[in-house]
Nanobody, 124 residues
Framework: QVQLVESGGGLVQTGGSLRLSCAAS????????MGWFRQAPGKEREFVAV????????DCADSVKGRFTISGDNAKNTVYLQMNSLKPEDTAVYYC?????????????????WGQGTQVTVSS
């Protein structure tokens, strides 16, 4: 069983930055694909970014390209989501997800483990 704990959310003004962290139990990051998803009020959960801990490749949604960066730290077993130039439409609960393997999958159904989420609110 993999446990994921997100942190780093909060309230920020438009144009500001936040860094989210996802701490995984066990030796997860180096053997897993780790993703970030978000869910805004009244909307479905959507893909944000993904990283393959095995091959190191990353991908992110078009809506956040150039602003968000996903990265990982093997030693700390932690995945990060650096969010810059934040916009009000980035307001959502952000979830970390994991699945053993190397695929850069962007679909929710692929991931087996999920964190409880961390709230990000961007004020205008």
């Amino acid at each position: 069983q993999v446990q994921l704990v997100e942190s780093g959310g909060g309230l920020v003004q438009t144009g500001g930055s936040l860094r989210l962290s996802c701490a995984a139990s066990g030796r997860t990051f180096s053997r897993y694909t780790m993703g970030w998803f978000r869910q805004a009020p009244g909307k479905e959960r959507e893909f944000v970014a993904v990283i393959s801990g095995i091959i190191g490749s990353t991908d992110c949604a078009d809506s956040v390209k150039g602003r968000f960066t996903i990265s990982g730290d093997n030693a700390k077993n932690t995945v990060y989501l650096q969010m810059n130039s934040l916009k009000p439409e980035d307001t959502a609960v952000y979830y970390c997800a994991a699945r053993r393997g190397s695929a850069l999958q962007t679909k929710e159904w692929y991931f087996d483990y999920w964190g409880q989420g961390t709230q990000v609110t961007v004020s205008s």
